[in-house]
């Protein structure tokens, strides 16, 4: 658990938590930038990486796997500056998230795999990070994912198409070049930013349409 104290200000539900999970599935940049810009908006971030996360955490930015304590406090802080950061392993079925009883504004995956989306889509519980995403959906809580894979088989689609008709927001990692980005970075931002739409969150991390001739 990686822990600090925020002074941002409750929701209407009284709480600014958000269930965080990421996957193995490309794109781990992404997940990491939601957790950061979060933190740096002073709101309480739970987070549960499944092994196949950590996996692409080692193999796309490098992270110590091994030492996941360490590489999480390297990336966020141990305190984070700002925000609360509460880590937990991925078969931690027993943890506070896996219950309907803990309150949170709702749950984001990013990324997230094919695998772990069927997982939802069929409504298997097998780790800490799809019972999660479970509680979310019977709790009436917002659900978001991001899947990273192409191409996209019948399966694939079929499994967001049932998602979504239950009202999880899908947003395939699909950025877009309006914004004219310069560096890798920027096209990070703008799907992170798109996510951050979805749940709700202000934020500047990409220039919005027609935002130059207003």
């Given at each position: ?8 200000g ?56 091994a ?26 079925i ?54 990273r894979?192409t191409?996209l ?62």
């Amino acid at each position: 658990m990686v822990g600090g104290i925020g002074a941002g200000g409750p929701d209407r539900a009284g709480v600014r938590r958000w269930v965080i999970g990421m996957t193995g599935a490309s794109g781990a940049v992404y997940g990491v930038e939601l957790v950061r810009a979060l933190l740096e908006r002073e709101y309480e971030v739970h987070l549960v990486i499944s092994d196949a996360g950590w996996r692409v955490l080692k193999d796309e930015l490098g992270w110590n796997a091994a030492r996941r304590g360490d590489a999480l406090a390297a990336a966020f802080g141990n305190p984070p500056e700002r925000g609360v950061l509460v880590h937990y392993p991925p078969n931690d079925i027993g943890a506070a998230i896996a219950s309907g009883s803990f309150r949170c504004q709702g749950m984001a995956i990013v990324p997230c795999s094919m695998g772990t989306l069927a997982a939802i889509a069929a409504g298997a519980a097998d780790n800490l990070l799809t019972r999660a995403a479970g509680v979310a959906l019977k709790e009436g809580r917002p659900l978001i994912i991001v899947p990273r894979e192409t191409p996209l088989s019948a399966i694939h689609l079929e499994n967001m198409l049932k998602l979504a008709r239950l009202g999880v927001r899908v947003i395939p990692a699909m950025p877009a070049f309006y914004t004219r980005p310069r560096e890798l970075m920027d096209v990070v931002r703008f799907m992170v930013g798109k996510v951050m739409d979805q749940m709700g969150v202000d934020h500047e991390l990409y220039p919005r349409w027609g935002e130059a001739h207003e």
